[in-house]
T-cell receptor, first 112, second 113 residues
Framework: SQKIEQNSEALNIQEGKTATLTCNYTNYSPAYLQWYRQDPGRGPVFLLLIRENEKEKRKERLKVTFDTTLKQSLFHITASQPADSATYLCALIRGGYQKVTFGTGTKLQVIP | KAGVTQTPRYLIKTRGQQVTLSCSPISGHRSVSWYQQTPGQGLQFLFEYFSETQRNKGNFPGRFSGRQFSNSRSEMNVSTLELGDSALYLC????????????FGPGTRLTVT
């Protein structure tokens, strides 16, 4: 069966360091992969989208990589700040009807 | 540009009742998707509507249904509520579909007692 795993439920990191979150998938061939941020009591907020033929995407302090051979995406936040503390979700989208499946999320805590 | 709005924000219902939730997408967005979020199962896709047609459906029982109107506003209905239906119901709109950037609303917190 199809499975999406995000490296850990929670990740604590010191302010100023780079946070790296992992999204692994099996039995899946996504056409796109998205990353979202969700704060408590709010809906997810779109951050980045990367296509299967792209290796890397950047936006300000954010970087996403997509390795279809390893079936893995890495999400990096450089120079992390306490305001980056939130739950981060990866979402895989197949081609065709573009049905989306979300991972369970990683709760990031940036410690001052 | 106004964001996605959902009403009501909070609801308490009793087992066996039915409920209707409403979602107004961002102006110009034709795709509306619905999700259920629970601590145990995470964010699960319910269905997607595009130009008043259901284009995608998740693995939920037939008690969960939805529709989209000509102005792209959408409603979802849950009949014969069960305790396990307690969740945060999120609506997301997009220009063309889930494969592109989705904008989520604040959600409706449904509690079934």
């Amino acid at each position: 069966s199809q499975k999406i795993e995000q490296n850990s439920e929670a990740l604590n990191i010191q302010e100023g360091k780079t946070a790296t979150l992992t999204c692994n998938y099996t039995n899946y061939s996504p056409a796109y992969l998205q990353w979202y941020r969700q704060d408590p009591g709010r809906g997810p907020v779109f951050l980045l989208l990367i296509r299967e033929n792209e290796k890397e995407k950047r936006k300000e302090r954010l970087k996403v990589t997509f390795d279809t051979t390893l079936k893995q995406s890495l999400f990096h936040i450089t120079a992390s700040q306490p305001a980056d503390s939130a739950t981060y979700l990866c979402a895989l989208i197949r081609g065709g009807y573009q049905k989306v499946t979300f991972g369970t999320g990683t709760k990031l805590q940036v410690i001052p | 540009k106004a964001g996605v709005t959902q009403t009501p924000r909070y609801l308490i219902k009793t087992r066996g009742q039915q409920v209707t939730l409403s979602c107004s997408p961002i102006s110009g967005h034709r795709s509306v998707s619905w999700y259920q979020q629970t601590p145990g199962q995470g964010l699960q896709f319910l269905f997607e509507y595009f130009s008043e047609t259901q284009r995608n459906k998740g693995n939920f029982p037939g008690r969960f249904s939805g529709r989209q109107f000509s102005n792209s506003r959408s409603e979802m209905n849950v009949s014969t509520l069960e305790l396990g239906d307690s969740a945060l119901y999120l609506c997301a709109s997009s220009l063309t579909g889930q494969g592109y950037e989705q904008y989520f609303g604040p959600g409706t917190r449904l509690t079934v007692t």
